[in-house]
């Protein structure tokens, strides 16, 4: 029997689900399709392969188009952001702060959590096995492949720790040059241009050497493969969190809450595409706020007042 009760009922749910229906149309008419830009850790072909699948996987959970866009550098990610025109992306901590530091409205979202079980990683300076050079003193006057400026394990953290420990890279080295991606700075390395390479460092089985030896990247002269074993860490900086993945602060509170939501099931909804961001290395991802970055902040806040004296 229908009776007014039954059709109150009706009429409030129809209320219900109806406002969450226009509520999500509303975001969806202002955002009909989102981009998520790249920082270039590796060449082009090789990000657009890993971040592939995670686009994809946005686009069912969120039901518009999200495209990739892998950036030519640290900084077209930044201003893509800043312009409003990439409403999610995949920062290095160093970038990502350094967006925030230049007034960036934007919200981290997830960090990966590695092998290790932890949500980060070190910044390492290279050198080729064989080599003369054993230590950071032996490479005084020799040079130093860095990243990017917006780098954190290819130049912010390089510069802090070594300051540190009381070397001061622009005036330590011979000279410093900026690969462009991590990859480049290993590559200008087992190719000579340099002498040494900074980069990243997870694990003893998830470096960007690691990566790189298993897509048959890196050669010895006479054209062998070369491994982990071919290099020497001879230094290691202190733990940093790994990069975020973030989204502009003006977004729609309702679209903002898909995106956390579909960033923190990611693996249990599609774990290939989750896997593909790491060879299948990482654990998790790891929700985090602004605190977790402070000091990478201060980090870079260093790092600036210490250009401006020299």
């Known amino acids: ?29 202002q955002y009909p399709e989102l981009t998520l830009a790249v920082i270039p850790a590796e ?23 999200v495209k990739l866009r892998v950036a030519n550098d640290y900084a077209a990610v930044i201003e893509g952001q800043r312009a409003g025109n990439i409403q ?14 230049t007034g ?14 932890v949500s980060g990683y070190y910044s390492v300076i290279y050198v080729k096995a064989d080599s003369p ?9 020799k040079n130093l492949a860095l990243v990017d400026p917006n780098s954190t394990s290819g130049n912010q953290a390089p510069r802090f720790f070594l300051k540190r420990a009381g070397y001061e890279v622009d005036k330590f080295f011979g000279k410093t040059v900026f690969a462009g991606s991590h990859e480049n700075a290993v590559l200008a390395l087992t190719q000579g241009t340099a002498d040494a ?40 900086s202190d733990f940093l969190p790994e990069g975020p993945f973030a989204m502009l602060d003006s977004l729609p509170a309702d679209l903002k809450a898909k995106l956390r939501a579909a960033f923190e099931e990611l693996q249990a909804k599609d774990k290939t595409a989750f896997d593909r961001l790491s060879d299948g290395k990482d654990k998790g991802l790891t929700p985090v706020t602004m605190k977790d970055y402070q000091p990478i902040i201060d980090m870079l806040k260093f790092n600036d007042e210490q250009r401006r004296k020299s």
Do not use: C
């Open 1 to 29: 029997m229908i009776t007014r009760r039954t059709l109150a009922g009706a009429a409030l749910a129809l209320g219900l689900f109806g406002g969450a229906a226009h509520a999500d149309e509303a975001w969806k008419a």
């Open 43 to 65: 060449n082009a072909s090789g990000t657009t392969d890993r971040y592939a699948p995670l686009t994809e996987y946005l686009t069912k959970s969120l039901g518009v188009p």
């Open 88 to 101: 999610i992306a995949f920062y290095g901590p160093a970038s990502f702060a350094r967006a925030v530091l």
């Open 104 to 117: 960036v409205k934007i919200d981290p979202i997830v960090n990966q959590k590695h092998e290790t079980g």
């Open 133 to 141: 050079y054993k230590t950071i003193e032996d490479l005084k006057g």
């Open 197 to 236: 390479a900074a980069n990243l460092w997870n694990s003893e089985t998830d470096t960007m050497v690691t990566r790189m030896a298993a897509k048959g990247l890196l050669k010895n002269a006479d054209g062998t493969p070369m491994k982990q074993s071919d290099f020497r860490v001879v230094f290691k």
